[in-house]
């Protein structure tokens, strides 16, 4: 007689709170390129809308662009550098949502070679500045030829003016720059963003940018939700359990640790992850508190790392459609908490499809 071994217990999961991450400047700077979802993106792969012949003329000019972009950089004098810094092309890519701003933002990268490019958006590179210095930041951006900025953001004024002064240091050296911009929820399909209110923004830089506006509908026939799925805790507890890469941790622990990691290191706080569990999910009250949590989302968003959310019990639970404040949702930051519940809600529910499957 035979007796069957015993299961082995699966072994626990792995904690982000547990994770100090420590990040050299050298991998700041060389994390700065597309993200994943636009990793094989090119202008070839760009299919503009024949109903829209905007969206050809932004592709065309941007392949002339590129190919400006593409020569060998010259050296010399201070002539030489008027020179560059005159005739660095500045564009901003002004259209409404899935029209591809950010498809041709990545495809402008890579023709350019991300070697000789830096990619971020706007809160990653006002992260950088706080972690390596303004002068730090302009000398390192500098050394390239062209800086992307997607998801350029008008909400907070001292960010924007020091992006501003940033973007000026940078002309000045004969960066060429390109950017995007992002907006509301409920003004998604308009068919444009806020130009106006981007060239005000910059001021003093307004008249290097050139205004490439992309009409058309998103190409995703995507719905916009800001409803992130959520399942019980032993649901949570299960699918990350003994799962490599998963973590689990409650909210309340995570959210207080992200206070002790600054902001340019949550892409370090994933290496690895490939599933985040989250616990004890409750309506967030501190701004501050909120504005970290919506980086880190940004960052799971980045890297396509899926979430499941396990709601928490008593007064402050959500399902996670008002994880931030009716406030914050009207306030001057509503872009960003908008956009982090609608990033929340696409991975939730990536997470929440994995539950079963086990």
Request: aromatic fraction near 6%; hydrophobic fraction near 45%; include cysteine.
């Amino acid at each position: 007689m035979t007796t069957a071994d015993p299961v082995a217990p699966r072994a626990r999961p792995d904690s982000l709170t547990a994770r100090h991450p420590r990040v050299p400047a050298s991998r700041l700077l060389a994390e700065l390129v597309p993200p994943r979802h636009f990793a094989r993106e090119s202008f070839d792969t760009y299919e503009p809308d024949g109903a829209h012949p905007s969206q050809r003329e932004a592709l065309d000019r941007l392949r002339e662009v590129a190919g400006a972009l593409s020569g060998p950089a010259r050296s010399g004098g201070a002539w030489w550098r008027r020179r560059a810094a005159a005739q660095a092309p500045a564009v901003y890519l002004d259209g409404g949502f899935g029209v591809g701003k950010t498809h041709l933002l990545a495809s402008l990268a890579h023709a350019v070679g991300t070697e000789r490019t830096s990619y971020g958006t706007f809160v990653e590179l006002t992260h950088l500045v706080g972690a390596l210095g303004f002068a730090a930041t302009v000398d390192a951006l500098a050394a390239k030829r062209l800086v992307c900025i997607d998801e350029f953001e008008l909400d907070d004024p001292g960010d924007t003016v020091m992006m501003s002064r940033l973007l000026r240091e940078l002309t000045d050296r004969g960066v060429a720059i390109a950017a995007t911009s992002n907006t509301l929820p409920e003004s998604l399909g308009e068919g444009r963003f806020a130009a106006e209110d981007f060239l005000r923004e910059i001021q003093a830089l307004a008249a290097r940018f050139e205004v490439l506006r992309i009409d058309g509908e998103d190409h995703r026939h995507r719905a916009v939700t800001t409803h992130a799925a959520t399942l019980s805790a032993q649901d949570v507890r299960a699918v990350v359990t003994g799962r490599p890469g998963a973590t689990l941790d409650d909210l309340d622990a995570l959210l207080e640790h992200l206070a002790t990691v600054h902001p340019s290191r949550y892409g370090a706080l994933l290496d690895g992850i490939d599933l985040v569990g989250i616990t004890g999910v409750h309506q967030v009250t501190a701004q501050d508190v909120a504005l970290r949590l919506v980086v880190l989302v940004d960052r799971l968003y980045d890297r396509d790392v899926p979430v499941v959310l396990a709601a928490g019990s008593g007064v402050g639970a959500t399902d996670g459609a008002d994880l931030f404040t009716p406030d914050m949702l009207a306030g001057g930051y509503r872009k960003k908490y908008y956009r982090a519940l609608s990033r929340l809600g696409a991975l939730a529910g990536e997470g929440a499809a994995l539950v079963g499957r086990d």
